[in-house]
């Protein structure tokens, strides 16, 4: 699987973002896509994902209320969409994709550099 995120930004405080994520190469029925966030000096976090064959998704509590993931099917890409965005949010956020049967992400996208400033 082939993935490519963008959308990233600076906003203010209190802004929002979309994030997209563009899927390629397989058929992703069998696929969980998620998507992550690294702040500089921290650890990856998981922030949400989706399965795509149901569209049941799960939001990390760190965000959750704030940002939702989605899909489309007939555009192969994945959302995160990000309200009330804070500065603790600065991070730059990756997609990644891994199969239904397993429990280790081994496809990922670029970073994409989300910016907030208070």
């Known amino acids: 699987v082939q993935l490519q995120a963008s959308g990233g930004g600076s906003v203010q405080a209190g802004g929002s973002l979309r994030l997209s994520c563009a899927a390629s190469?397989?058929?992703?029925?069998?696929?969980?896509m998620g998507w992550f966030r690294q702040a500089l000096g921290t650890e990856r976090e998981f922030v949400g994902g989706v399965r795509w064959s149901s569209g049941s998704t799960y939001i990390a509590d760190s965000v959750k209320g704030r940002f939702a993931v989605s899909r489309d099917n007939a555009e192969n890409r994945v959302y995160l969409q990000m309200n009330s965005l804070k500065p603790e949010d600065m991070a730059v956020y990756y997609c990644a994709a891994k199969t239904i049967y397993g429990t280790t992400y081994g496809f990922w996208g670029q970073g994409t550099q989300v910016t907030v400033s208070s």
């Open positions: 190469g397989r058929t992703l029925s069998n696929y969980y």
